[in-house]
């Protein structure tokens, strides 16, 4: 919505809501495994942004969003009809979080813009059940970055922000996979991973609606959130937890181009490409390995075609 000739106010409101119910079971001889879950989950967010143009070469910018967010699960597992103990097996979580944001977009030059900003997030994180917990988090999260068009084809593009990583509330409950034998316990002391990153791009434009652009990135993190060992009077269990620091780099190479070159009429291709390599120090074995779940080497193809005479895409 306009308010004024230089003002833009942007509101948004969501609300989502999630049921899980999963049962399994193991038969290996004379022993038996069972494992049932039942999760519920909740996301309620809502935004305000204002956007004012105090002449052409500056804008500033104001937001606040708020949000809500629940899980709720109950997850058995027996062995030989005994019941087993999981750390995060009845739990509800609830997260309470606010965050502000300002910033400025500056053109001092044609072909240079500079843009600044700030976010700062808190938030209130309460787990009742089997591992009852409350804690307070606040993060500031500042950004900068620089766009320069060097010519009508080339653009690069420099970033430097602080990032803080959002919680997987999965991550504070017990699962377990029979088939494979893993069984993971939740983490109600998990933090959030926390980092500097700093990015390169170039974007090269080509025929008449096409572009590559190369994107390299690095991360210096702290509080990786990986895997660590949970050590219960009956066993031994897999869980998330934070392992110290790490690094991250990761290149990216995109390409988007129209097909009508080629005969395919109102066609477009888009690729990605990503390689990307972690260092990180395993708490077990004290020794440098990559991120757990970080695959090296990512790629996506989509292809896609308008079809204006059949109305659809």
Do not use: C
């Not at 995060?88 to 309470?96: A, C, F, L, N, T």
Request: glycine share 8%.
């Amino acid at each position: 919505r306009s308010i004024g000739a230089a003002t833009t106010l942007e509101a948004l409101a969501s609300q989502r809501a999630g049921r899980l119910t999963a049962e399994e079971t193991s038969q290996q001889g004379d022993d038996s495994e069972s494992f049932n879950e039942a999760t519920r989950t909740g996301e309620s967010i809502a935004r305000i942004d204002l956007t004012h143009r105090r002449s052409d070469k500056l804008s500033l910018s104001a937001g606040i969003e708020g949000a809500f967010n629940v899980l709720e699960s109950e997850a058995r597992l027996q062995e030989n009809g005994a019941p087993v103990f999981l750390p995060g097996s009845d739990v509800r979580i609830e997260e309470r979080r606010v965050e502000g944001s300002v910033g400025a977009t500056w053109t001092p030059v044609e072909a240079v813009i500079l843009e600044a900003g700030l976010r700062v997030e808190g938030s209130t994180i309460t787990q009742t059940g089997d591992s009852p917990l409350e804690r307070d988090f606040t993060y500031a999260k500042p950004r900068v970055a620089l766009t320069w068009d060097v010519d009508g084809q080339n653009q690069v593009r420099l970033a430097a922000s602080r990032e803080v990583g959002q919680l997987d509330f999965a991550e504070f409950v017990a699962s377990a996979s029979l088939s494979t034998g893993v069984v993971a316990v939740g983490n109600a002391a998990l933090e959030p991973d926390k980092s500097w990153r700093f990015s390169a791009a170039w974007e090269r434009s080509f025929w008449d609606d096409a572009s590559l652009t190369l994107t390299w990135t690095h991360d210096e993190i702290r509080d990786v959130v990986d895997r660590v060992l949970i050590v219960t009077p009956d066993d031994v269990f897999d869980a998330p937890g934070n392992i110290g620091d790490g690094r991250r780099d990761t290149l990216a190479v995109d390409l988007n181009t129209p097909l009508d070159r080629l005969g395919i009429k109102g066609g477009q291709l888009r690729t990605t490409l990503l390689w990307r390599t972690s260092r990180v120090t395993d708490p077990v074995t004290g020794e440098e390995r990559g991120i757990s779940e970080e695959k090296p080497v990512e790629g996506e193809a989509a292809f896609t075609q308008a079809l204006p005479q059949w109305h659809m895409n």
